[in-house]
């Protein structure tokens, strides 16, 4: 367990900017140059394209609002966390991601899943 870096503030501004044009001071604050963000349905590298990503999502949801759920685990620069997407209250996803951070307290990867874990499978 871990107090909260202050790049996940910086993240969560940055998916929540509803303002398109100044989402990229959010990612210059928290994304280091060469992130690598992969979830079910985006595959970026880069700060540039990481960017990009965000202003398509916003532009798909403009009145969504993301929080993190759940407390911080986290171990070697690495940490899990979980989240949720609304729109007027109501949940329209939720999910966890996995991040890394460098030496300097910048996300530099994110693996991000949908939905809850599938039961296990008894053979």
């Known amino acids: 367990m871990s107090s909260t870096p202050d790049a996940f503030a910086f993240l969560l501004d940055a998916w929540n900017e509803r303002d398109l044009d100044n ?36 532009q798909k949801y403009p009145e969504s609002d993301i929080k993190r759920t759940s407390g911080l685990d986290s171990h070697n620069n690495r940490y899990r966390y979980s989240w949720e997407i609304y729109i007027g209250g109501v949940t329209l996803i939720k999910g966890f991601d996995f991040v890394q951070l460098n030496d300097n307290g910048l996300v530099e990867r994110v693996d991000g899943f949908f939905g809850d874990l599938p039961p296990l499978e008894i053979a």
């Open 23 to 58: 989402i990229r001071s959010h990612v210059d604050r928290c994304i280091a140059e060469n992130i690598v963000f992969a979830d079910p349905t985006n595959f970026v590298h880069g700060r540039d394209e990481f960017t990009e990503m965000i202003r398509r999502y916003r």
